[in-house]
């Protein structure tokens, strides 16, 4: 039968789990976070501080923070004696410069309604960078990469961390509704975009 809720979904699992002795010796549990802004840069342990900020997020990513809070929220009440961190998809790219993150609107968008390029598959394409230098037989901060991350939801990413110790340029938008298309870098706005303009603007579409 469906299960109800997230919280009896857990619980459930944590019961499978420890009926096959695999929570003994647990000491953390991880929560990948799609969106957490311009606010973190690293995986962070949550208190209720994180929790208010990824729930202020939702409309950055109104498909996924929304899922990811609550199971936050139940997997905290249901272990509650071991710490949870939060790895955020859009921390990775955090260090892109201005001239990469900003669409070419007017400034106020970007200041008053958060309307810039977050960047999004951060874990993936934090991964890949390492295992390409891997495979090259190279340092990380000996190669100059262009990721890709392919699949229902897509994103690009250059990285030149010798040289540049920044994501010189992550395309994925605003939401993570921009990042399911490729976009030719600084051209294309994503429909999120386009929807945050048109509600800043009152403008009335047909």
């Known amino acids: 039968a469906p299960l109800p809720d997230h919280g009896v979904a857990l619980a459930l699992m944590l019961d499978v789990l420890r009926e096959r002795s695999m929570v003994y010796g647990l000491m953390a549990v991880g929560h990948r976070v799609v969106h957490g802004g311009s606010d973190y840069r690293e995986p962070v342990i949550v208190d209720q501080e994180v929790e208010d900020a990824i729930e202020r997020l939702i409309p950055l990513a109104p498909l996924h923070n929304p899922a990811g809070l609550l199971g936050i929220q139940e997997l905290r009440r249901l272990l509650p004696e071991i710490p949870h961190v939060a790895v955020f998809d859009t921390a990775f790219h955090q260090t892109m410069p201005e001239k990469a993150y900003l669409y070419a609107l007017p400034y106020h968008l970007y200041e008053n309604d958060r309307v810039r390029r977050y960047g999004f598959h951060g874990t993936s394409h934090r991964y890949v960078a390492a295992r390409a230098a891997d495979m090259l037989g ?40 921009d990042s399911k298309r490729v976009e030719c870098l600084g051209a294309v706005l994503g429909e999120a975009v386009l929807a945050a303009c048109v509600e800043e603007l009152s403008v009335v579409i047909d």
């Open 138 to 177: 190279k340092a990380e901060s000996d190669v100059n990469l262009i990721t890709c991350h392919l699949g229902n939801g897509s994103s690009i990413s250059q990285i030149d961390i010798g040289r540049h110790p920044e994501r010189l340029a992550a395309v994925g938008g605003r939401t993570k509704v």
